[in-house]
């Protein structure tokens, strides 16, 4: 199964955000990678914006290259505004979910827990961490895995009323994916119209 596995500190930089998760490297060293990362003035084309923030959306939700181009696709066959589409489409992934539930502590993690087998939907133990979530599933931890420390430890002083479009119950362990968000319920700094921009170059 692809995935990003290079150095994500460095990633994070270039774009100045922790869209890792929290880096204790990127808040002592908020400025690009490489020798001349803190001198660095150079003037950015337009396409280069949007390119930097197509990488940064891809890198955000751990999608690669063809998942986002397909992705892209879909939004703008589907009706709406294409770049809200796209960012819905993204956020009802079966790992982003996982996350967004504070079942796991990234969405990397939760890309794992999702292939290993801990994360079961309506009941059904699901693997795969691109599977599209529709609204009224219920997504949740099997039994078995319940206490396993990953969880436990991400779960432990959750804040889940964070995201309106999903409602946790603790004593399951399971959230319920309520409706698919509007684009102000989604808390991530991504310019989707710079992307749809560059696809339609």
Known sequence: MARYIG???KI????GEPIFGPDKILAKR???PGQHGVNRRKKTSEYGIQLAEKQKAKYT???????FRNLFEKASATKGITGEVLLQLLESRLDNVVYRLGIAPTRAAARQLV?????????????IPSYSLKPGQIVGVRERSKSLEVIEGALSGFNHSKYAWLEWDGS????KYLHIPER?????NIKEQLIVELYSK
């Open 115 to 127: 292939s290993h087998c801990h994360i079961v939907v309506d009941g059904e133990v699901v693997n």
């Open 184 to 188: 102000a319920d989604i808390p991530e």
């Open 7 to 9: 150095p994500k500190t």
């Open 30 to 32: 908020n400025f690009p």
């Open 12 to 15: 994070a930089r270039r774009f």
């Open 61 to 67: 939700y751990g999608v690669l290259e063809r998942q």
């Open 172 to 175: 399951s362990m399971s959230g």
